[in-house]
């Protein structure tokens, strides 16, 4: 045994002196140390020896099969290095070239709309707002002096889910709600920023679900001209200083009185051109003083407290100051339009 063992050693290292590449290799060792190869082979033979013979040639296995596993591993070590220096010899890499740039991504166009009426009314002294998509009927309507059969809940045509829950046709629940928490015993100063939703066929000025902002201020001898100062310093930092308002009568349920407010037209200054259909101005948004019923509902004394509301699209203001001509554009993730609004 102990012969055959050396010619095993013997032939073993002649085949790794001879391999060329890692797959030889991996044969020798398969072949010479693998489970069925002859090494193994001769230690099952062990069994017919005697007692002393045993830790001899278990000694001589040992060693013949370290030894073939050493050149084994020292003939792939050198390899693995030619190689390494064949590729450093004919690669080479410029290391003065400019690295490949990484495309990133940034704010969508009406999340930096929203951001900037958020930030723009922080600093007047709102606070964020925030309350559910899926609401009920009371708060979405009712709160808001919306009664059941009410005709004017049919400008607000709903997507229902039970004849109590439908998804929220305006931000003007969170206010609801906002009253309620804080129960009459404290002034509000908040704006709701979210996601509304109503039955209304996409064109490129209206969306079955888009964004709204809605605000609210309850306190002692509030005035309708602390309504316009709070909408004319928004319309100057949104849109620019040069810009100028108006408030017109207009009708909401929860408001009374209640007014649409329009800016000057930036394009023609006021002048009259097809932007703002030769009028000269461009209606923005709407709002009015809280009604006494919406603010009894709420838990507020309406001989007390008054207040003003207010309610405005993001969609809407980003179209007018970025001349974006489609809803739909918002919505469709094309990168091509969205590249025209990333803020680096």
């Known amino acids: 045994m102990k012969e055959r063992l050396q010619e095993l050693q013997t032939e073993a290292i002649e085949k790794v002196e001879k391999a060329t590449t890692l797959t030889d290799l991996q044969d020798v060792r398969v072949a010479y140390l693998g489970k069925k190869g002859p090494i193994t082979e001769v230690l099952r033979g062990m069994g017919k020896l005697s007692k002393e013979e045993r830790p001899v040639i278990g000694e001589l296995a040992n060693k013949v099969r370290e030894a073939i596993a050493s050149a084994l591993d020292a003939k792939k070590a050198d390899m693995e290095k030619a190689e390494l220096e064949k590729k450093l010899a004919t ?11 990484i495309p990133v991504g940034g704010p969508h166009l009406l999340t930096s709309i929203v951001e900037e009426i958020e930030d723009l009314f922080i600093g007047m002294g709102f606070e964020i707002k925030e309350g559910p998509e899926v609401e009920t009927d009371y708060y979405n309507f009712e709160a808001l002096n919306l009664p059941k059969g009410h005709p004017a809940r049919d400008m607000q ?29 404290k002034p509000v100063r908040m ?43 928004f319309a100057k930092e949104m849109f620019g200083e040069e810009r100028e308002i108006r408030l017109r009568p207009s ?7 209640s007014v649409e407010m329009d ?6 200054h006021g002048e009259g051109c097809s932007v703002c259909k030769r009028t000269g101005w461009i209606e923005i948004l ?33 179209m007018l ?24």
């Open 91 to 101: 690669e080479t890499i410029d290391v003065t070239l400019p690295g490949r740039p």
């Open 157 to 185: 045509d709903s997507f229902y889910i039970t004849e109590e829950l439908l998804l929220r046709t305006h931000t003007s629940p969170v206010q609801a709600r906002t009253m309620k928490e804080y129960g009459g015993s």
């Open 191 to 233: 704006i709701c920023p979210g996601k509304v939703y109503r039955r209304d066929t996409d064109d490129a000025t209206h969306s079955h679900q888009f964004t709204q902002v809605e605000g609210l201020l309850i306190d002692k001898n509030v005035r309708m001209s602390d309504l316009k100062g709070v909408l004319n310093r």
């Open 251 to 257: 009708f909401f349920p929860f408001t009374e009185p």
């Open 263 to 268: 800016i000057s037209c930036k394009v023609c």
């Open 286 to 318: 709407g709002a009015g003083m809280v009604h006494p019923n919406v603010l009894e509902m709420g838990g507020y004394d309406p001989n007390v407290y008054s207040g003003f509301a207010f309610g405005m699209g993001p969609e809407r203001i980003a």
């Open 321 to 344: 100051k970025y001349g974006v001509d489609d809803i739909r554009h918002f919505y469709t993730n094309d990168v091509r339009f969205l590249k025209q609004y990333h803020k680096v």
